[in-house]
């Protein structure tokens, strides 16, 4: 599975970070090292010790760096002048939170480093669109569904019954689920007329705004086009065991 | 004199260290004005450590001394003048090469490695408010000094010097990289502490070479 090095300022900060994104995730987790603080508790990031966590990481073919600003990303990027394999090692351009959450959810549904990326490209594109939907014509859009030769399609309509509709958590259900079957997923905000995006993409689907009472509509279309939507209806209808 | 001796080399890094902490208080005073008040304290604390792991390994020549310097910068300092500063040093050190002794063209050209090191780590250019500003004028003071037949005492006085005017230069300019470019058009009318402290490393690296 692809690994993580998270790179902080702070060591607090790194661990509530991990925290919030392994929430997301709890029966399996990606590999994530933390590379945070100075060595007597203070701020401050260490290039040895970035390099240190990366190598730690053996196992994974891949590992993806976050970070949050200054130092970090110059440590990060020295570090990788010390590591043992830095072919494999990718520094993430996202919001350091936002790059987290999303990326661990996609590795955790076993995506590849290219799924990954595109994800983490996006990152702070998916919060501007958000900020700025309504007001602005010229944000940038979510990422487009793909498009797949049409072999089988399926759909369904409902209405997102659970507390506080499609937040963090549910979403990244939604995409670790719908990650299970070969097909393309893509959901839309029928009501806000918001969509559709790839539902293999956490970020796209919080951007979507889905609140509770909101409908959605999600198609699917490949090999196991049915089960797809067979099992995201069930999640929704169910509210994703919260409501 | 001719050339740098391995003492002298020696003496110019742990003058260094003297000289930051003595001004501790006015680099952080600096950088509290304009970035996170942090770089006399990260300095002192990663000189202090380069000073004691120096004496514990004694380098056993000027790239076995420049990495030590370099990666134990890189591994105290905390802030983003480790991975700048670590760079500069490893660079220098890996220009020089396993020698114990650099005379003035041999020194400017790793000096112009560890600078160019800067520059690529850092993304910075001229102009940007940063250590490079003092840093680059010093070399380019060195490597003419040289080129005018100056012997290694007056290229490394010039370059001090140009360091010193590189620094002053600097208060005026509008931060473009670092904590200190988050204030845009308010960084302007204040001394940049990196600059600052880069300004100390030549006035070191010149008393160093005039006193042995």
Same mark, same amino acid.
């Given at each position: 599975?692809?690994?993580?090095?998270?790179?902080?300022?702070?060591?607090?900060? @790194?661990?509530?970070?991990?925290?919030?994104?392994? #929430?997301?995730?709890?029966?399996?987790?990606?590999?994530?090292?933390?590379?945070?603080?100075?060595?007597?508790?203070?701020?401050?990031?260490?290039?040895?010790?970035?390099?240190? @966590?990366?190598?730690?990481?053996?196992?994974?073919?891949?590992?993806? =760096?976050?970070?949050?600003?200054?130092?970090?990303?110059? %440590?990060?990027?020295?570090?990788?002048?010390?590591?043992?394999?830095?072919?494999?090692?990718? &520094?993430?351009?996202?919001?350091?939170?936002?790059? &987290?959450?999303? !990326?661990?959810?996609?590795?955790?549904?076993?995506?590849?480093?290219?799924?990954?990326?595109?994800? &983490?490209?996006?990152?702070?594109? #998916?919060?501007?669109?958000?900020?700025?939907?309504? %007001?602005?014509?010229? /944000?940038?859009?979510?990422?487009?569904?793909?498009?797949?030769?049409?072999?089988?399609?399926?759909?369904? $309509?409902?209405?997102?019954?659970?507390?506080?509709?499609?937040?963090?958590?549910? !979403?990244?259900?939604?995409?670790?689920?719908?990650?299970?079957?070969?097909?393309?997923?893509?959901? $839309?905000?029928?009501?806000? *007329?918001?969509?559709?995006?790839?539902?293999? %993409?956490?970020? @796209?689907?919080?951007?979507?705004?889905?609140?509770?009472?909101?409908?959605?509509?999600?198609?699917?279309?490949?090999?196991?086009? #049915?089960?797809?939507?067979?099992?995201?209806?069930?999640?929704?209808?169910?509210?994703?065991?919260?409501? | 004199?001719?050339?740098?001796? &391995?003492?002298?080399?020696?003496?110019?890094?742990?003058?260094?260290?003297?000289?930051?902490? #003595?001004?501790?208080?006015?680099?952080?005073?600096?950088?509290?004005?304009?970035?996170?008040?942090?770089?006399?304290?990260?300095?002192?604390?990663?000189?202090?450590? +380069?000073?004691?792991?120096?004496?514990?390994?004694?380098?056993?020549?000027? !790239?076995?001394?420049?990495?030590? +310097?370099?990666?134990?910068?890189?591994?105290?300092?905390?802030?983003?003048?480790?991975?700048?500063?670590?760079?500069?040093?490893?660079?220098?050190? *890996?220009?020089?090469?396993?020698?114990?002794?650099?005379?003035?063209?041999?020194?400017?050209? /790793?000096?112009?490695?560890? /600078?160019?090191?800067?520059?690529?780590? *850092?993304?910075?250019?001229?102009?940007?408010?940063?250590?490079?500003?003092?840093?680059?004028?010093?070399?380019?003071?060195? $490597?003419?000094?040289?080129?005018?037949?100056?012997?290694?005492?007056?290229?490394?006085?010039?370059?001090?010097?140009?360091?010193?005017?590189?620094?002053?230069?600097?208060?005026?300019? =509008?931060?473009?990289?670092?904590?200190?470019?988050?204030?845009?058009?308010? %960084?302007?009318?204040?001394?940049?502490?990196?600059?600052?402290?880069?300004?100390?490393?030549?006035?070191?690296?010149?008393?160093?070479?005039?006193?042995?």
């Amino acid at each position: 599975m692809i690994g993580f090095v998270v790179v902080s300022h702070s060591r607090p900060l @790194a661990e509530a970070a991990v925290a919030l994104a392994t #929430q997301m995730v709890a029966e399996g987790p990606p590999p994530i090292e933390i590379a945070a603080g100075s060595a007597d508790g203070g701020f401050g990031t260490d290039a040895a010790a970035i390099a240190a @966590a990366i190598d730690r990481l053996d196992a994974s073919e891949d590992v993806v =760096v976050l970070m949050d600003l200054g130092s970090a990303v110059l %440590s990060a990027e020295m570090a990788l002048e010390f590591v043992e394999r830095p072919d494999r090692v990718h &520094l993430s351009p996202a919001p350091f939170v936002e790059g &987290l959450v999303a !990326a661990v959810v996609l590795a955790a549904t076993g995506a590849d480093w290219a799924s990954i990326r595109t994800e &983490l490209g996006g990152a702070y594109a #998916q919060k501007a669109h958000h900020l700025e939907a309504g %007001s602005d014509e010229s /944000a940038p859009t979510p990422p487009a569904p793909e498009r797949a030769p049409a072999d089988d399609e399926a759909s369904f $309509e409902a209405v997102v019954i659970n507390p506080s509709g499609l937040h963090a958590r549910p !979403a990244a259900t939604f995409v670790k689920t719908a990650a299970r079957f070969d097909a393309l997923v893509e959901i $839309e905000n029928v009501d806000a *007329g918001s969509g559709p995006v790839s539902a293999a %993409s956490l970020l @796209a689907l919080i951007a979507l705004g889905i609140g509770r009472g909101a409908r959605v509509r999600v198609r699917a279309r490949g090999r196991e086009a #049915q089960p797809a939507i067979d099992a995201l209806r069930a999640l929704v209808e169910d509210g994703f065991g919260e409501a | 004199m001719t050339a740098a001796t &391995l003492e002298t080399l020696t003496a110019w890094i742990s003058g260094f260290r003297d000289q930051i902490v #003595q001004h501790q208080a006015e680099l952080t005073e600096l950088d509290s004005v304009i970035g996170d008040a942090d770089h006399g304290s990260n300095m002192a604390r990663g000189m202090e450590a +380069v000073v004691g792991a120096v004496k514990a390994t004694p380098p056993a020549d000027a !790239a076995a001394l420049f990495k030590t +310097v370099g990666m134990t910068l890189v591994s105290t300092v905390g802030g983003a003048s480790g991975p700048l500063y670590g760079t500069f040093f490893l660079r220098l050190g *890996g220009a020089a090469g396993a020698t114990s002794e650099l005379d003035a063209a041999a020194l400017g050209a /790793a000096l112009r490695a560890g /600078a160019e090191g800067v520059r690529t780590r *850092g993304k910075a250019e001229p102009g940007d408010k940063t250590m490079l500003d003092a840093m680059l004028p010093a070399v380019d003071a060195w $490597e003419t000094a040289v080129a005018a037949g100056s012997d290694l005492a007056a290229a490394a006085s010039a370059a001090a010097d140009a360091a010193d005017a590189g620094r002053d230069a600097t208060i005026p300019l =509008v931060a473009r990289k670092g904590r200190a470019s988050y204030l845009g058009e308010r %960084s302007a009318g204040h001394q940049d502490p990196g600059a600052t402290s880069t300004a100390l490393l030549f006035t070191t690296l010149r008393d160093a070479v005039t006193a042995a």
